[in-house]
């Protein structure tokens, strides 16, 4: 029985590694993978479910619900970015490594470790070893059955059941890759700034999956941001955004980490943008995420969920002329904060 779960999920792998189908085309082919793993494992994705059932606030932000981390494979084209960045990060350490095995710490893997497990049909324990880390015991003890149904034991080096910004990375045993998918658009609300830093802090030679999140500030003309265009209209026609770029106001990357060595833990410096004058009425100032997986695997705008344009975090109306700087606010409740310091 292994065995045939183990080609089923290769046929499936093998799939969404093919880079010649762009990831928005490949639905059936993630609907399947999670499928496969929701079909072994002891959290059910419950269609009735209320959000914020089995939730839990962490001091550094938002951890999903067992149930809800889930529902991430539902974000295909997403799973498939992921999925296909890290399995280019795998290669390039088997080549700078490949005498030992590669080892990758998944840093709130959720109930079915999804992201990590078409690369483990790829590589052999020999050569790839994952350490599987939650905050959720119900989110490791169903990764267990996944990974144990799929016959993937060997790869497995450790299950930990631990809040991640409180995770000792084992010194004698430091990992060649961190991958975390725990955010939201703006990096707003999740701890994956606190994760990522506190994580790569301990293990700097690490590749970071997602190797950079850069937030960007824009003025955008609402009407044709927002203005898709319908099904069955003309092929390859795209909407006609109007956009002007005012600033990157945030990055999260192994080299941003760096340079907040002697940054305390209550916020992170971020950057400033000033306001054109006259500031034109159908611009509206807002904030993209953009998503670096691995090298040429990106989510640009509307690829995912993480990547829906967003207002600037500002209580009232910006004007032109003013100034706005942002930090990146640590603890409980993460995310950017806007104030205005100036105006010209």
Not at 114 to 125: A, C, D, E, I, R
Not at 182 to 195: D, G
Not at 228 to 240: C, G, K, L, R
């Amino acid at each position: 029985m292994r065995r045939l779960l183990f080609d089923r999920l290769s046929r499936i792998a093998e799939a969404i590694h093919d880079e010649r189908s762009p990831a928005y085309t490949l639905a059936t082919e993630i609907g399947s993978l999670a499928e496969l793993v929701r079909e072994h494992a002891s959290v059910r994705i419950e269609p009735t479910e209320v959000r914020g059932n089995g939730e839990s606030w962490t001091g550094d932000g938002l951890a999903l619900s067992p149930t809800m981390a889930g529902r991430c494979a539902d974000d295909f084209a997403r799973t498939v970015v992921f999925i296909r960045g890290l399995r280019r990060a795998i290669e390039e350490s088997r080549a700078f490594a490949p005498d030992r095995p590669t080892r990758i710490l998944y840093a709130g893997c959720g109930p079915y470790a999804l992201l990590v497990l078409p690369s483990l049909t790829l590589f052999g324990p020999d050569a790839l070893q994952v350490t599987l880390l939650d905050i959720h015991g119900e989110s490791i003890g169903s990764a267990r059955e996944v990974v144990d149904a799929l016959g993937l034991g060997e790869h497995v080096e450790r299950y930990e059941t631990i809040d991640a910004c409180r995770y000792r990375i084992p010194p004698e045993r430091p990992p060649d890759i961190i991958l975390s998918e725990t955010m939201n658009a703006c990096l707003a609300k999740e701890p994956q700034v606190s994760i990522a830093r506190h994580l790569h802090r301990q293990a700097p030679a690490a590749a970071l999956v997602p190797e950079s999140i850069r937030v960007d500030a824009y003025l955008v003309h609402v009407a044709k941001e927002f203005h898709f265009v319908e099904a069955d209209s003309v092929v390859d026609a795209a909407p006609e955004r109007d956009r002007v770029f005012l600033g990157r106001v945030f990055e999260l990357s192994a080299e941003t980490i760096a340079s907040w060595t002697a940054v305390g833990d209550e916020r992170l410096p971020a950057g400033a943008i000033r306001m054109p004058d006259p500031l034109e009425p159908h611009y509206t100032p807002m904030l993209l995420t953009e998503v670096v997986v691995h090298r040429d695997h990106v989510l640009r705008s509307y690829d995912s969920g993480l990547t829906i344009p967003k207002p600037i975090p500002h209580g009232g109306p910006i004007r032109g002329g003013e100034t706005l700087a942002f930090h990146y606010r640590l603890g409980a409740k993460p995310g950017l904060v806007c104030e205005i310091v100036g105006v010209e």
